[in-house]
């Protein structure tokens, strides 16, 4: 688990679902670890947060009790350390009631007589009614209160597996295979087996479903698809994410080096389709004028599945298109050019549908014999209609 600032802490501890309830398990404190180091040493820290973090959703303590293995088989009467409920609220004072729930501990299981008290950082188990959380509820929470990397930003927004896919065409996907083609409402993998096509609503389903509650997408393709598009992964059967190890430093360094080769290859190909002393051209599919600078060299085939025959007919697999719309649509499969130069598009069912209309049926110079091929590959592997 994390710790407030996103530093890790040397603690276990899981959420089980209990009768009608959940239950809190914090594991002992003590003895070595594989790899050396104290087994489960930041267990006092740890206890503060997980209550802290529990009080921020209102939880109910019901009460506490040693679960260790040794006292599990005496009555729950003389494993009790807290006898609740209590409530416990941002305004709570987590440092004292960690006391009220370690100091106990050590008199739990001893013989009659001892001299002095054992371990007070046994395997703890906290009943508790947290509002919103049934016990079905109980592996959500546990990812909750194990914290978050406060150096990452996750994107909060949903993953859309049709574009990412479109995105991704000609690359290599971790575990699965490359990406070949997403016509219409498919993909086509090129995998180990064979080529493999999924449906893209298939894929969807397990991209929302790992974001909503975490479960590991099962099957041999959609699985792996699934977690590298999310960028997650799997351990003990659940999804997971994994942050970047990269530092700021080494993100800009990367950052400034591929800003630097795109600039470089746009700005030879614009001036190769435009000419070097044009200062406006036309978008080739809306048909707008703009300054150069605002005009992308599209690749009308994806360089990545490209040829090097194909790679160095630039005047043919390229085309100029806005960076105000044209360029993201045509990339994405929402709009391609027809055998007959016309513009086709894939409806949306929403607001995006207005601004497609205005391109719908416009012809396009871009189309000609050195060309066509180019858009007959776009037509079949990533338009949406």
């Not at 002992?28 to 947060?49: F, I, M, Q």
């Not at 699985?223 to 190890?245: F, I, N």
């Not at 100029?320 to 994405?332: I, N, Y």
Request: hydrophobic share 40%.
């Amino acid at each position: 688990m994390l710790d407030d600032s996103g530093a890790p802490l040397n603690a276990d501890f899981a959420i089980e679902p209990e009768g009608d309830g959940l239950a809190l398990v914090l594991e002992s404190s003590g003895g070595r670890k594989p790899g050396g180091g104290v087994r489960n040493a930041d267990y006092r820290a740890a206890l503060v947060v997980l209550l802290r973090r529990l009080g921020d959703r209102r939880a109910v303590l019901r009460e506490a009790l040693v679960d260790s293995g040794n006292v599990q088989p005496l009555p729950e009467s003389q494993r009790l350390v807290l006898a609740g409920p209590l409530s416990l609220t941002p305004e709570v004072d987590f440092v004292q009631l960690r006391h009220r729930l370690t100091t106990p501990q050590g008199r739990i299981g001893q013989q009659p007589g001892a001299s002095k008290p054992g371990n007070n950082s046994k395997r703890l188990r906290l009943r508790l009614d947290v509002p919103g959380y049934g016990p079905q509820d109980a592996a959500r929470l546990e990812r909750e209160l194990e914290g978050t990397r406060l150096d990452v930003v996750w994107p909060s927004v949903r993953v859309e597996v049709a574009d990412e896919l479109r995105v991704k065409i000609g690359e290599d996907v971790p575990g699965v295979g490359r990406v070949v083609a997403v016509p219409g409402d498919v993909v086509v993998l090129a995998t180990a087996n064979g080529p493999v096509q999924l449906r893209l609503d298939e894929i969807q389903e397990g991209v929302d479903r790992c974001a909503q509650d975490g479960r590991a997408p099962n099957g041999r393709v959609v699985g792996p698809l699934v977690t590298a598009l999310t960028g997650m992964s799997v351990e003990d059967g659940r999804a997971v994410r994994t942050p970047l190890k990269r530092t700021v430093r080494q993100f800009a360094e990367l950052d400034g080096r591929a800003t630097a080769k795109y600039r470089k290859e746009q700005g030879a190909l614009r001036s190769l389709l435009v000419g070097d002393d044009d200062e406006v051209a036309q978008c080739a599919l809306c048909g707008r004028p703009f300054p150069v600078e605002f005009l992308v060299a599209a690749h009308v085939k994806k360089r990545q599945v490209a040829t090097d025959d194909e790679r160095q007919d630039l005047e043919n697999i390229a085309m100029l298109a806005c960076s105000f719309g044209c360029d993201k649509l045509f990339e994405l499969g929402y709009v391609t050019v027809g055998e007959d130069g016309a513009v086709l598009t894939a409806s949306t069912g929403g607001p995006l549908d207005l601004h497609l209309e205005l391109l719908r049926g416009r012809v396009t110079e871009a189309l000609h014999d050195g060309s066509a091929p180019y858009f007959r590959w776009h037509r079949e592997n990533v338009f949406r209609g």
